[in-house]
Each structure stands twice: as C-alpha cells, then as structure tokens.
C-alpha cells in the first residue's frame, strides 16, 4: 500500500506569491492534517480535514488555507508569502478522526526568498 | 495550546534501555496518549499508543499512570538509530479537539 504522497517535495517562492501544495493520503484514509514545522517553532497544526470538511484549524492568519477533495486527496494553499512561512509543510493522513494514529509524508520544503 | 510536557533532551548508551518520561496531567477519561518520533528530515514516526493499560509492540513499551496523568516511552536497547525526536501527544480538547504536538524530547544515543 503506498504511503502519503506529498509534492512537490521542495519548492522556492519570493515574498508575494502564493503556493500551492498537494498531500495524496494512503488509500482508505479520510483524515488529513496539515502541520507547519521550522527549527524554532517545532511542530504546528495548521489544519484536519475529513470528509471534505475542516474540524480544526491552528493558530495560523487567514493566508493559510486548505482544502479537501471527495477522494480525500487535501491541498493547502499559502498566499501572498512572508519570509517567515519558510518551512517544512507535513501532511499526516489516518483512517478517520479522532484516531491518532497517524502517517506521515516526507513534506514539502518550502523557501520563501 | 500543548497539553503534555517533556524534557527538551536526554542522553541514553546504547544498548541500554531510554526512559522518556511524557506529563499530561490535564488528560480526559478517553483520551489515549500516542508517542511518534522524528528522525532528522522525515516526517514524525507513530510508535506506540495507550489508554489505560500498559502497552508493548515491537519498537517500545508504554507504561501510563494510574491516574493518568503521566507515561513513559521505554525503548528496550537502545541503539544509535533510535536518536530522534520523541513526542508525546494526546488531543487538545477532547475527541474533537485538536492534534497538537509539543516540542518532543531529543533523544541522543550514545556509543
């Protein structure tokens, strides 16, 4: 069975832009959540989607957004970039919430310039 | 916004047993405690996770609290692939609250 998919697994913006990044959770998983990681912040819960709907949302401005598809597959979407969103972006994928066993993709590292 | 505490580091020999001691003290009666770890540059690892009852599996030994309110993450024999980051996690605000992650303990095995 193949595991969380994140693309693109490293991507460079300058300050303004907008991102765009994609999490593929493993089949038969409904859950997806988002976490923000940088050296000095640690882990951050960004969001956790299931059945195409938000149940929770982090302590993260209105720039940050995300979204769910039917076939589960999730999408977060960074606009108008600030240095400090410089980071590591996990996507964690489970059966269904609240189960807490989670899987985790590689992430997408994402520079702001 | 965490709701469990731990030490920011802690050294182990290897082959010796690691005894990551997690505290969440404000746990709720059917919350379960989950540990993940995170080695460099990959994503956070699921290792084990309990209630009430001690738990084993492969990679580690739970121990939980009568009360609850603390566990410990024990790895056997540690070895040098065992250096990571540990998390203890549990949901902050029941079961529909949020997944939240503290910032881990550093596990640093040494030869």
């Known amino acids: 069975k193949a595991g969380v998919t994140q693309t693109p697994r490293y991507l460079i913006k300058t300050r303004g832009q907008q991102v765009t990044l994609s999490c593929s959770p493993i089949?038969?998983?409904?859950?997806v959540s988002w976490y923000q990681q940088t050296p000095g912040q640690g882990l951050q819960f960004l969001f956790e989607?299931?059945?195409?709907?938000?149940?929770n949302k982090g302590n993260f401005p209105g720039r940050f957004s995300g979204r769910q598809f039917s076939n589960s597959r999730s999408e977060m979407n960074v606009s108008t970039l600030e240095l400090g969103d410089s980071a590591l972006y996990l996507c964690?994928?489970?059966?269904?919430?609240?189960?807490?066993?989670?899987?985790f993709g590689s992430g997408t590292q994402l520079s702001v310039l | 916004d965490a709701k469990t505490t731990q030490p920011p580091s802690m050294d182990c020999a290897e082959g010796r047993a690691a005894n990551l001691p997690c505290n969440h003290s404000?746990?709720?009666?059917?919350?379960?405690v989950y540990w993940y770890r995170q080695i460099h540059s990959q994503g956070p690892q699921y290792i084990i996770h309990g209630l009430k009852n001690n738990e084993t599996n492969e990679m580690a030994s739970l121990i939980i609290t009568e009360d609850r309110k603390s566990s410990t993450l024990i790895l056997p024999h540690a070895t040098l692939r065992d250096t990571a980051v540990y998390y203890c996690i549990v949901r902050v605000g029941g079961n529909t609250g949020k997944l939240i992650f503290g910032q881990g303990t550093t596990l640093q095995v040494k030869p």
């Open positions: 964690a994928s489970s059966i269904q919430p609240p189960n807490e066993k989670l899987f």
């Open positions: 989607y299931f059945s195409e709907t938000q149940r």
């Open positions: 089949s038969g998983h409904r859950s």
């Open positions: 404000t746990i709720s009666g059917n919350e379960y």
